[in-house]
Structures are given as structure tokens and as C-alpha cells.
């Protein structure tokens, strides 16, 4: 639904972005993750046919964003991290002119307004001026614009920024509910832990360079050759004492550690070795309450690739793994 093939784009003798190739499947909410000056709003803004590539092309709804960009304009809504004020005009009149701007008909616009200020949770803001909106009723509001014509594919620069938790905590329903109905959603932010819990593909760019993309759990696993378990017991005989001296022998276990209560260690195997272990730590009278695996987040992968001394192996070794 959305692809880059080598996209470069420079401003001057600065490269923004480096041969950036990247596939997003219909229906997937993408996290585009990234630290500011990363390329996270040169890419976006190609894809939405407001610059020209300094080479590459893009793909939007299966058209060509350089030779076919009225098409591809049709198909997006995009959310620029910043808006104009527009004094003076109500909601349902920002939302009117924008759905005129589409050429959407009076009675399509009509019924499409009244749905999203339902959606948005807005209808009675529907008569105040955009100008006297909270900056939580603002960012709705321009989510409502982005949807006005109905379009398959949306393209949010930031769409959090500013918001209090609440107003994140909102925004991050809708998008899971706008998800549910069929959109393909591109999401960018530089937040690591704002896009975790709800997107279901992510990219990593750095300096212009795409360090790793695909389904969140291939991305959070493929920094580790290893799975990290982490064991809780009961207190007493049959507990981390225990758990250790089994753990501890057990072939393909290393970097066993106690803190807090509870061991982590790294495990080299799958799920047959891991129930295997927990298995055996059961029959052997131990009081496990708790055996699950750590994932890594967002922030580990990110530190891990960013390092300056594994740089670039590190987009070597998970360029082999992305889809």
C-alpha cells in the first residue's frame, strides 16, 4: 500500500535521506521512528507529493507518487505536525471547506461532517471557532480534515506532539479504530515508547538511513540471539535458590542474574527449551510464579543499532531479517 524504492533526497551538498527502500502492507499501522533530523518529515512529505526526490520513486495505493501525484493525492490524508490558524472560521466550516476542496458533493459532505464530529467526539464543539479550540480538540479536528474524502492511506507527521496524556491516550483508540476499518496508517514520531504499544509494523531511521522495518516482534526480537527469561518464586524452600541451582546447569542458559526478587537470564533456544525448563523447575518443587520472556522496547533497539562503534553492522545484520 505504501513502498519507497531508493528515495534520496538532498538539500544542498546535505543528504536528508539515503536510498531509503521500505514496504508497508495494507491495513498495518506503521510507526516511523526516528530522532529529529532523522528524515522522518523529508520522507513523509514526499510521499504526500510536496517535494521532489532527488532520486527513487514512491508508491502510494499502487500509484507512482512522481509521475501520478493528483492520484496519489486522492488516495492519502496527510497531517502535516503543523497547521494554519484559519481565523474566524467554525469547525463545521473548516470541515465544509475542506471536503469542497476534495469536490466531495454538499449532501456526501453534510453526512460525512456529521460523522466524524460524532467519531471525533466534537459535535458540540461543531459551532466554535478553530482558534478557540484546546490544542487536544485541534489535533482531532485536523484528523477529522485528514479524513474528510474517506482515503484509504493516512500520512501523520507527529500527530502527538503537544497533547497531554490523555488526549495521547485518545488518539492512540482512534487510531486503532481507524486501523479496524481498513486504513493503512503511517505514523511518525521521534517518542519511541508513544508508538510501542499500538503500532503493528515499525521502521528506524537514522541520519537518512533505515536501520530496521517490519512487524514490531521481529524488530524488538532481532536484536537478540538470545531469549531473556525472567523467573519469579515463592519465598522460601522450592525458591530463587532453587531456581538458580536448576537454571544455572541447564544447557544453552547464560548470564544468569538475581535482583529484586527474581532472576532473568539469557536462554538460547525456543519454546521447546523454554518449556522444557519450566517444566522441570515445576517438578522439581519450585514455586514459580511467574516465567515469561523480556522482550526488548523501541529504546533498546534504537541504542543498539545508533551505536556509534556497531553502527554499520548493525543494519547489516537486521537488513537480512526485514521483509
Known amino acids: 500500500m505504501i513502498e519507497l524504492i531508493d528515495f534520496v533526497k538532498d538539500y544542498g551538498s546535505f543528504r536528508a535521506v539515503d536510498r531509503l527502500n521500505l514496504r508497508i502492507p495494507a491495513g498495518e499501522l506503521f510507526g516511523f521512528i526516528g530522532p529529529n533530523g532523522a528524515g522522518k518529515t523529508t520522507t ?10 532527488g532520486g527513487g520513486d514512491g508508491r502510494v495505493a499502487g500509484y507512482s507518487v ?26 463545521h466550516e473548516f470541515l465544509d471547506f475542506f471536503g469542497l ?21 466534537l459535535t458540540e464543539k461543531r459551532r466554535a471557532r478553530v482558534t478557540d479550540l484546546s490544542r487536544g480538540m485541534k489535533q482531532k479536528l485536523y484528523l477529522a480534515k485528514t479524513l474528510i474524502h474517506d482515503p484509504p492511506v493516512l ?12 488526549a495521547r491516550i485518545e488518539l ?3 487510531l486503532r479504530e481507524l486501523r479496524r476499518q481498513g486504513k493503512t496508517i503511517l505514523v511518525s514520531s521521534h517518542i519511541l515508547s508513544e508508538l510501542a504499544d499500538f503500532c503493528t509494523w515499525v521502521g528506524i531511521i537514522h541520519r537518512g538511513r533505515l536501520l530496521s522495518f517490519g512487524p514490531i516482534e521481529d524488530v524488538l526480537r532481532s536484536i537478540r540471539a538470545t531469549r531473556r527469561i525472567v523467573v519469579r518464586c515463592l ?17 544453552g542458559v547464560q548470564n544468569v542474574h538475581e535482583e529484586d526478587g527474581k532472576l532473568s537470564f539469557d536462554l538460547h533456544g525456543g ?40 553502527h554499520d553492522a548493525g543494519i547489516t545484520a537486521l537488513s537480512s531479517r526485514s521483509p
Open 155 to 166: 500520512i501523520l507527521d507527529e500527530p502527538a506532539a503537544g497533547l497531554d496524556p490523555q
Open 235 to 251: 519465598d522460601g524452600p522450592g525458591g530463587l535458590e532453587s531456581a538458580r541451582a536448576i537454571i544455572a546447569n541447564r544447557p
Open 271 to 310: 519454546d521447546v527449551e523454554a518449556a522444557d525448563l519450566l517444566a522441570d523447575l515445576i517438578r522439581s518443587g519450585v514455586g514459580v510464579t511467574s516465567f515469561a520472556e523480556d522482550d526488548p522496547t523501541l529504546e533498546d533497539v534504537f541504542l543498539r543499532l545508533t551505536k556509534p562503534l556497531s
Open 101 to 121: 476542496a476534495y469536490r466531495l458533493p454538499r449532501s456526501v459532505r453534510k453526512g460525512r461532517i456529521e460523522w466524524l464530529l460524532e467519531m471525533l467526539d
Open 66 to 91: 512522481t509521475r501520478q501525484p493528483l492520484e496519489v493525492r486522492h488516495h492519502i490524508g496527510y497531517m502535516p505536525d503543523q497547521f494554519g490558524s484559519y481565523n474566524g472560521m467554525r469547525v
Open 44 to 53: 513523509i512529505r514526499f510521499l504526500a507529493t510536496l517535494i521532489k526526490a
Open 172 to 174: 492512540k483508540r482512534l
